[in-house]
């Protein structure tokens, strides 16, 4: 793995954010600054000194509207949306504005032909029914979605989901059929809209977070924070989401955990990606 020069990275990370601010404000799409980015913005004013990389909310109407309107609106010279769609595999679950003239490979996607230029994660807000059993069955097609979407079986998450993983990819191999069932999943864990529920949850950042439910008047509205340079917003009920996500999340992680959660094979600053096709 090469080893990041994190200011590089966090000055280019930052003209990203830059980008989908201006382009979310200027078509009223609602956005916050998410995990270790909105934690950052709270206690350092900016970026956690360890981190390399910056997350972003979105309920999922406005997740949808920044994917239709992008390539209208947004400077796709310098930047990319990308997605998992019929045709296009990222191995991830979510959305990413992509830098075009940069190379950061991780070692997931090593051998895919997609924009592989540094990158910021939009990751969906849904709404959470209140019913228990609606509940576990909307989380059970997130898992299906999560495994068809990313085509790998969970990691870190134990030995029987894993082996399980791998069984049930192998079953189905078909690119179009690996579509149709996450297509089909999608829509199933999307069909509770906030606006009916009482609660939010995040169904695309891995079964850990897919767990904890949110009380929507967390997120009712936004707050501004300082955030490299930039007033960013962050929901109002941020304690108690950085509570629920992080614990004590005013009490510092040991130095061996302090460091980017991220692996990266390679990056180039200076180089697009396509360089390196």
């Known amino acids: 793995m090469q080893k990041l020069k994190s200011d590089e990275i966090k000055k280019i ?3 990203l954010l830059k980008e989908i601010k201006k382009t979310c404000e200027e078509h009223n799409i609602k956005y916050f ?5 909105m934690l950052g913005a709270v206690l350092y004013q900016g970026f956690i000194p360890w981190d390399d990389d910056i997350d ?16 209208k609106k947004a400077d796709t010279e310098k930047y990319s949306c990308v997605f998992p769609s019929k045709g296009v595999h990222t191995r991830n679950l979510f959305m990413t504005v992509n830098d075009n003239n940069t190379t950061f490979i991780k070692p997931h996607q090593k051998d895919l032909d997609i924009n592989l230029g540094i990158a ?18 909307q989380k059970f097609w997130a898992l299906i979605y999560s495994l ?9 998450h134990g030995k029987f989901k894993n082996i399980a993983g791998r069984i049930m ?3 189905v191999r078909a690119e179009k059929a690996r579509y149709m069932i996450y297509s089909f999943a999608e829509k199933k864990m999307t069909k509770y809209k906030i606006k009916d529920c009482d609660y939010i949850t995040e169904l695309c950042s891995g ?39 992080f614990g004590n999340y ?27 096709m």
């Not at 994660?121 to 209140?130: A, Q």
């Open 207 to 245: 079964p850990k977070y897919m767990q904890l439910e949110y009380p929507k008047e967390l997120f009712a509205k936004a707050i501004y924070k300082e955030f490299e340079g930039y007033n960013m917003p962050i929901p109002i009920g941020y304690d108690k989401y950085l509570k629920m996500a």
């Open 33 to 37: 600054l998410s995990s270790g980015t």
């Open 56 to 71: 972003v909310f979105m309920p999922r109407q406005d997740y949808e509207m920044l994917k239709k309107i992008w390539n």
């Open 120 to 137: 910021i994660d939009i990751l969906p807000l849904d709404g959470c029914p209140t019913s228990r059993i609606k509940r576990k069955i």
């Open 169 to 171: 990819l192998g079953l």
């Open 250 to 276: 005013m009490e510092l992680p040991p130095k061996d955990k302090q460091c980017p959660a991220h692996d990266v094979i390679m990056y180039d600053i200076n180089n697009s990606y396509k360089k390196y």
């Open 13 to 15: 990370l930052a003209s």
């Open 148 to 156: 068809y979407c990313a085509e790998m079986p969970p990691q870190n």
